[in-house]
């Protein structure tokens, strides 16, 4: 999120998104497979649905056996897009499609709108990635990022509840949800990240293909004067490259008595108490009321 300040005034918050992909900008025209614009791998395409009914095409060369990966951005980063993707080989025939990918790490978006599709590819050839928007409209605001590569094993975190509290010199448990990308199954290691004094964990590992794991935390400590900031992460290792993960705390909040989400928060923190400390009683000094003429027994 970024937002500008002038003043004392204080814009709002606009999302963005960055990559270390090669990116390149969406050339018109490009509305079917005769005209579509040749994209070489991997590429994130920033482009824009321009009108309605309009529809962007790129042309990819791939190989039997190769995986691709489709991924459209546009309303986790606030654009109106209802994105459709659909990929077809070079005679028109559908291969695979997607409207509405759920990504639970999106937070507050309450329409997963954008698409994702992973495929394994049938022959050599040439192939279309088609993207449309669902609803048929489109105009200047209806922007997307589209990334067109081949799959990117990665993983996210997210810790629940964002708030924990121990006894003294006790320990108390940590939900962390595993949100796995592009195919990634492998196991995670996760730890508690320079802990404060007075404060370690039991290391723990998320097993491959698992998607949830209850870090331990404990304290030596009989109480803490204010909050203490913990912070988890997630190591793994995929191929030779080792990949650190933060862990974001999150609250799970569910809206419309049925669809969940995880709302992300600024901090984890922790609190320990002494439960034999006996809270101070509270003294209030007793008032006489006040009596008036009108108010004064006769």
């Not at 300040?5 to 079917?32: H, M, Q, V, W, Y």
């Not at 329409?111 to 200047?140: C, F, N, Q, W």
Request: proline share 8%; aromatic share 6%; glycine share 6%.
């Amino acid at each position: 999120m970024v937002s500008a300040r002038r003043g004392d005034f204080i814009s709002n918050c606009l999302p963005f998104a960055l990559d270390t992909l090669p990116e390149c900008i969406e050339k018109e025209p490009n509305n079917d497979q005769a005209q579509a614009q040749k994209i070489r791998l991997p590429m994130i395409i920033n482009g824009r649905i321009n009108r309605p009914d309009d529809a962007d095409v790129f042309e990819v060369a791939g190989r039997e056996g190769d995986t691709i990966v489709a991924e459209v951005q546009a309303r986790r980063l606030d654009s109106p897009v209802d994105a459709v993707l659909r990929i077809t080989d070079s005679s028109g025939k559908l291969l695979a499609i997607n409207d509405d990918y759920e990504d639970p790490t999106a937070g507050v978006n309450t329409h997963d709108a954008d698409s994702y599709i992973m495929l394994k590819l049938p022959a050599d050839g040439t192939y279309y990635v088609h993207l449309s928007d669902a609803a048929r409209m489109g105009g200047e605001e209806y922007a997307y990022r589209l990334r067109i590569s081949a799959p990117r094993p990665d993983f996210a975190l997210r810790v629940v509840p964002s708030s924990v509290t121990l006894r003294s010199k006790g320990s108390a448990a940590l939900t962390v949800q595993v949100f796995r990308k592009d195919g990634f199954a492998g196991p995670i290691k996760l730890v508690l990240r320079d802990p404060p004094e007075g404060f370690s964990s039991y290391p723990t590992t998320v097993a491959a293909n698992q998607s949830t794991a209850r870090l331990a935390v404990k304290t030596d400590l009989v109480a803490t004067k204010q909050p203490v900031r913990l912070s988890i992460e997630g190591r793994a290792t995929i191929g030779e490259e080792e990949l650190v993960r933060q862990a974001v705390p999150v609250e799970d909040r569910m809206q419309a008595f049925l669809w969940r989400h995880l709302v992300p928060a600024e901090e984890l923190m922790a609190v320990v108490y002494d439960p034999s400390t006996e809270p101070k009683p509270a003294f209030f000094a007793r008032t006489r009321p006040t009596t008036t003429p009108e108010t004064k027994p006769k």
